[in-house]
T-cell receptor, first 117, second 111 residues
């Protein structure tokens, strides 16, 4: 069975601080995908990144960066120089490899990030 | 490209009443999902369709929940009768080539 754990339920930082959101996953699959989604107060889930289990290269997109460590089954997300607009709930998710029937996502419990001005 | 559309956005009903939610996925997306998100938790899959066939409904409480996807496009999710614990946001999503897009959700309150 697949499982995603986000141990930090809530994080509060002051604007311009860096913050890292942790994600640990469990799966028996050798091929899988990892995701991060952002859920702002409006409620809609916004896709941030998808990472293939065979690609352990870290990725950077603007102020966002992701660190995938297969050895520790972790896929952590760092926001550099946080801004008030980053305040949201962030979800890490896992799916098995692509097949003709799509990808069911298993979500973690989410981390609520509050960025104070 | 238009996103996943859902209606209504909000619904308040009394327990034991019935309710239905509608979803229109992104054009061309063969796979459609319904997720339930209880307050303070991550979304949980209820049912997955591939075109108009069910791929996975193992977590759907079939004694009260039903879903259909006629003609492989729009989908409806029904709850009959509703219980207090069904209060949640119901998210519809569709996917193509491994990336899943979510709709705005329907917030259901059962009183």
């Amino acid at each position: 069975a697949q499982k995603v754990t986000q141990a930090q339920t809530e994080i509060s930082v002051v604007e311009k601080e860096d913050v890292t959101l942790d994600c640990v996953y469990e799966t028996r699959d050798t091929t899988y995908y990892l995701f991060w989604y952002k859920q702002p107060p409006s409620g809609e889930l916004v896709f941030l990144i998808r990472r293939n289990s065979f690609d352990e290269q870290n990725e950077i997109s603007g102020r966002y960066s992701w660190n995938f460590q297969k050895s520790t089954s972790s896929f952590n997300f760092t926001i550099t120089a946080s801004q008030v607009v980053d305040s949201a709930v962030y979800f890490c998710a896992l799916s098995e490899a692509d097949n003709n029937a799509g990808n069911m996502l298993t979500f973690g419990g989410g981390t609520r990030l509050m960025v104070k001005p | 490209e238009a996103g996943v559309a859902q209606s209504p956005r909000y619904k308040i009903i009394e327990k034991r009443q019935s309710v239905a939610f509608w979803c229109n996925p992104i054009s061309g997306h063969a796979t459609l999902y319904w997720y339930q998100q209880i307050l303070g938790q991550g979304p949980k899959l209820l049912i997955q369709f591939q075109n108009n066939g069910v791929v996975d409904d193992s977590q759907l409480p079939k004694d009260r929940f039903s879903a259909e996807r006629l003609k492989g496009v729009d989908s409806t999710l029904k709850i009959q009768p509703a219980k207090l614990e069904d209060s949640a946001v119901y998210l519809c999503a569709s996917s193509l080539l491994g990336t899943t897009s979510f709709g705005p959700g329907t917030r259901l309150t059962v009183t």
